[in-house]
């Protein structure tokens, strides 16, 4: 559902049914991503309890020119 929702597109994601919902696990680049996976997680399974252990990665071009020996 995560990957082929064109808003969302989200692959990193893995759902795990458990005893006492749903946990959430895997790296998004923004707590707006991370809001917005919870959100439609919620509104596709509403009667099911929701942990989130998703975390925020920041992807940022470098800043620095990289050398190697």
């Known amino acids: 559902m995560l990957a082929e929702d064109p ?3 989200e692959q990193g994601i893995t759902v795990v ?3 006492r919902g749903l946990v959430l696990y895997g790296e998004v680049e923004t ?3 991370r809001e ?3 959100r439609r997680v919620s509104e596709r399974f509403p009667d099911l ?3 989130s252990d998703i975390g925020v990665i920041r992807a940022q071009a470098p800043t620095q020119v990289e050398e190697l020996p």
Do not use: F, G, M, N
């Open 31 to 33: 707590p707006h991503r």
């Open 17 to 19: 049914h458990r005893e």
């Open 49 to 51: 309890p929701i942990t």
């Open 36 to 38: 917005e996976i919870l």
């Open 7 to 9: 808003d969302v597109a």
